[in-house]
């Protein structure tokens, strides 16, 4: 599991970079910064560990705390990018809140795929 996050952004990072996006790594703290035609996302990511559900939870914490201090506009969106074994953890926040505060949930397979939000 060691070094299992690093994979993960790394998976993120190859799929947004094959959909066009510009990205950076560790801005203002944000694990993964993208940016497209004038849009932006801001991720968190965990990879497999002992304790998912705790570091899911974790998570959602730290992206809470890289949001602005005003509403940010439509063309802003956040993402939470976790491995597949970790799809029931994170998705324990109520729909409703992920999208009134413009998150989204990434799974990166084992094989280093990545399923958007629409998949």
């Known amino acids: 599991m060691r070094g299992d996050e690093e994979r993960v952004i790394q998976a993120f990072c190859a799929f947004l970079t094959s959909e066009g996006w510009s990205v950076s ?33 974790t998570m959602y ?3 809470l705390r890289r949001m602005p201090d005003s509403r940010p506009d439509a063309a802003t ?4 990018v976790v491995p597949t074994e970790a799809a029931a953890a994170v998705r324990r926040v109520p729909a409703w809140i992920l999208k009134e505060l413009a998150v989204d949930i990434y799974l ?12």
Do not use: H, N
Not at 33 to 55: M, N, P
Not at 77 to 80: E, K, L, N
Not at 108 to 119: E, H, K, N, Y
């Open 77 to 80: 969106r956040f993402a939470v």
């Open 61 to 63: 914490g730290q992206l």
């Open 108 to 119: 990166v397979g084992p094989d280093g795929s990545v399923a958007a939000p629409d998949s």
């Open 25 to 57: 790594r560790e801005v203002s703290f944000a694990d993964v910064v993208a940016e497209k035609d004038g849009r932006q996302i801001i991720a968190e990511a965990k990879g497999r560990t002992a304790a998912i559900g705790l570091d899911v939870d």
